[in-house]
């Protein structure tokens, strides 16, 4: 079956740095998504990898590695806004309209 | 710009009832998928649709059926509703070739639950 795997839990302080990994295992493979959740609301795009590698965006970094299906989310800075789950999705198809999510990771973040 | 807008926010039925969701998309995105939120399965992708036509579907029973209007306006149906069918419903929209791949623009959802 298709599948990706990530932590349930992360819990860090303001001002720090947290990685959350995803390992996946899918038929048909384009690209790997983050996305964030709060409470409530619904789940907004943070960074996508279409190739191997590091891909920045502000105070978020996402990493890609397809020979070893293996990605991760990089937050620095933490803030305590960033508190909400955290999900890794494996885009299926060319058009990035077909997406398997995990299952996701909540991140606590104190002061 | 508007974004994906779901009705009803909120719903109660019975078991055996039949329920609609709808889903308006971004203006201008042609694109509609939908996907079931619950605590223990996190999101699943439940089938996409694409100038009215079912593009993509994923690992549901016939009972999930949706369709897509000239619009792009989206509907969802569940009929026979079961207790486990308790959950949110999200819709997202996307135009290919603008914006970033993989990213979808989620709705609020559509939080149904089954008595």
């Known amino acids: 079956g298709q599948s990706l795997e990530q932590p349930s839990e992360v819990t860090a302080v303001e001002g720090a740095i947290v990685q959350i990994n995803c390992t996946y295992q899918?038929?048909?493979?384009?690209?790997l998504s983050w996305y964030q959740q709060h409470d409530g609301g619904a789940p907004t795009f943070l960074s996508y990898n279409g190739l191997d590698g590091l891909e920045e965006t502000g105070r978020f970094s996402s990493f890609l590695s397809r020979s070893d299906s293996y990605g991760y989310l990089l937050l620095q800075e933490l803030q305590m806004k960033d508190s909400a789950s955290y999900f890794c999705a494996a885009q299926l198809n060319q058009a990035g309209t077909a997406l398997i999510f995990g299952k996701g990771t909540t991140l606590s973040v104190s002061s | 710009k508007a974004g994906v807008t779901q009705t009803p926010r909120y719903l109660i039925k019975t078991r055996g009832q039949q329920v609609t969701l709808s889903c308006s998309p971004i203006s201008g995105h042609r694109s509609v998928s939908w996907y079931q939120q619950t605590p223990g399965q996190g999101l699943q992708f439940l089938f996409e649709y694409f100038s009215e036509t079912q593009r993509n579907k994923g690992n549901f029973p016939g009972r999930f059926s949706g369709r897509q209007f000239s619009n792009s306006r989206s509907e969802m149906n569940v009929s026979t509703l079961e207790l486990g069918d308790s959950a949110l419903y999200l819709c997202a929209s996307s135009h290919r070739g603008r914006g970033r791949d993989g990213e979808l623009f989620f709705g609020e959802g559509s939080r149904l639950t089954v008595l």
């Open positions: 899918t038929s048909g493979f384009y690209g």
